[in-house]
């Protein structure tokens, strides 16, 4: 079964850091660009970061110099390294394996990450 599931979030206070994995099962998570989204009450689906298989990565200008993007191939894991955390940063955050063809185009379940002020 080809999935991807989302673990980490959880309740943080502002200024904190938080963790989020993506672990992949029945695909590679190192063989194509992979993405972090999130997606806050009442609002659309915005990308925050992605890592390329080459890896490069890119981020979005709301959280350049706070969160990371970075992938361990051995674990089949993407991760986001969110540092710094402000209220404005609690959404559900989703992963994705962008794929060539829409089929073949993978989402994750989403964690939930909530920021306290």
């Known amino acids: 079964q080809v999935q991807l599931v989302e673990s980490g979030g959880g309740l943080v206070q502002a200024g904190g850091s938080l963790r989020l994995s993506c672990a992949g099962s029945?695909?590679?998570?190192?063989?194509?660009?992979m993405g972090w989204y999130r997606q806050a009450p009442g609002k659309q689906r915005e990308l925050v970061a992605t890592i390329t298989s080459g890896g490069s990565t890119n981020y979005a200008d709301f959280v350049k110099g706070r969160f990371t993007i970075s992938r361990e191939s051995d674990q089949n894991t993407v991760y986001l390294q969110m540092n710094s955390v402000k209220p404005e940063d609690t959404a559900v955050y989703y992963c994705?394996?962008?794929?060539?063809?829409?089929?073949?185009?993978?989402w994750g379940q989403g964690t939930q990450v909530t920021v306290s002020s």
């Open positions: 994705r394996r962008f794929g060539s063809v829409p089929e073949y185009d993978y």
């Open positions: 029945g695909l590679t998570v190192s063989t194509r660009t």
